[in-house]
């Protein structure tokens, strides 16, 4: 199993500003990703964080919008860049581990924009 | 793209009843995994299923998995209060990626 912290848990941003995120896990991890949950919503993926490159996007988002690091396998950061209040969601980062299939999460980061 | 529907969005089942949700991808799927979401809670792993036809057991809950690999279940037999959340079944393809329904949230009427 895998134990993921997200900081910060919560924040209220202004509109235009810019939120990093950051996901660490207890243990070191082959995949990691950010996913989105809108209030009642499914789970959509935004990105899978690549160590030491580029991360992957998926359809709809953007290296300019939402860059990603991930710098060594437990650590990943998510910035939602040029906020606005459609960004008002919660932030999940998902890790699978080594010779597993299953995906852990982490508690989120709920994104307020006004 | 791959596309996963789940339905019903929402169910209200008195305890005791029993609750069904279904999962139906687009594509054919490598495997498809079941998630459970308590209120103000984050996604937790229930179960993962692979083969065609597949099905799998936890106490109260059985999995399926369709013999396409397209469409799977999740039944629970006698509901109880603690079985409330939202079921997410995610599926994945050739690229690993899970890519999830939008979710069946269970209300239990005690």
């Known amino acids: 199993s895998a134990v993921i912290s997200q900081k910060p848990s919560r924040d209220i941003c202004q509109r235009g500003t810019s939120l990093t995120i950051q996901c660490q896990v207890d243990?070191?991890?082959?995949?990691m990703f950010w996913y989105r949950q809108q209030p009642g919503q499914s789970l959509t993926l935004i990105a899978t964080?690549?160590?030491?490159?580029?991360?992957?996007?998926e359809s709809g988002f953007v290296i300019d919008k939402f860059p990603i690091s991930r710098p060594n396998l437990t650590f990943s950061t998510l910035t939602v860049s040029n906020m606005s209040p459609e960004d008002s969601s919660i932030y999940l980062c998902?890790?699978?581990?080594?010779?597993?299939?299953?995906?852990?999460f982490g508690p989120g980061t709920r994104l307020t924009v006004t | 793209g791959q596309q996963v529907m789940q339905i019903p969005q929402y169910q209200h089942v008195q305890e005791g009843e029993d609750f069904t949700t279904y999962c139906n991808s687009s594509t054919t799927l490598s495997n498809i995994q079941w998630y459970k979401q308590r209120p103000g809670g984050h996604p937790v792993f229930l179960i993962q299923?692979?083969?065609?036809?597949e099905v799998k057991k936890q106490k109260r809950l059985t999995f399926q998995f369709g013999e396409a690999k397209k469409n799977s279940s999740l039944h629970i037999t006698a509901t109880q209060t603690t079985d409330v959340g939202t079921y997410f079944c995610?599926?994945?393809?050739?690229?690993?990626?899970?890519?999830f329904g939008q979710g069946t949230t269970l209300q239990v009427k005690p």
């Open positions: 964080a690549n160590q030491g490159s580029e991360a992957t996007y």
């Open positions: 998902s890790v699978r581990t080594r010779n597993a299939y299953e995906q852990y």
């Open positions: 243990s070191q991890v082959t995949m």
């Open positions: 995610g599926g994945s393809g050739n690229t690993g990626k899970l890519i």
């Open positions: 299923l692979v083969k065609s036809g």
